[in-house]
């Protein structure tokens, strides 16, 4: 319910932007010499939050892919320590039905890995 409206409200504020947009008759003059170059108002702030959003989007990837080791490397330890307790609750399950040599091999692994070392 709370993104439709976010959407509604976006589409509110698009549309009150189309119509402010409509009646602003204002230019941009950006003197450069010898350039001169007259861009609409309208035009001038789009290309502004065009410029914003893309450079925060390039910033935000990169921020990404800098802090995806770490995330991988979380994602390994939770998965070693995922495996570490099945083991452990499969060597239980073994030892209640008499497979001692298979429990214990378990059990060892289970240790190894850190799980339950007492």
């Known amino acids: ?4 409206f976010r959407l509604l409200a976006l589409f509110a ?3 009150g932007i ?4 409509r009646f602003n008759e204002s230019y941009l003059l950006l003197v450069v010499p010898p350039y001169r170059v ?3 108002l309208a035009l001038a702030l789009f290309v502004l ?7 925060y989007g390039v910033v935000r990837g990169i921020g990404l892919a800098l802090a995806l080791p770490a ?3 979380g994602f390994r330890r939770r998965r070693q320590c995922e495996k570490a307790a099945e083991s452990l ?3 239980w399950r073994l030892l209640f039905e008499g497979r ?6 378990l059990a060892g692994e289970a240790s190894a890995a850190g799980e339950s070392p007492g």
């Open 1 to 4: 319910m709370r993104r439709l």
């Open 13 to 15: 504020l698009a549309v």
């Open 18 to 21: 189309a119509v402010a947009v």
């Open 38 to 40: 007259e861009v609409s």
């Open 49 to 55: 939050v065009l410029a914003f959003l893309l450079f």
């Open 71 to 73: 995330r991988v490397g």
């Open 89 to 91: 609750r499969e060597s």
């Open 100 to 105: 001692y040599s298979q429990a214990m091999r």
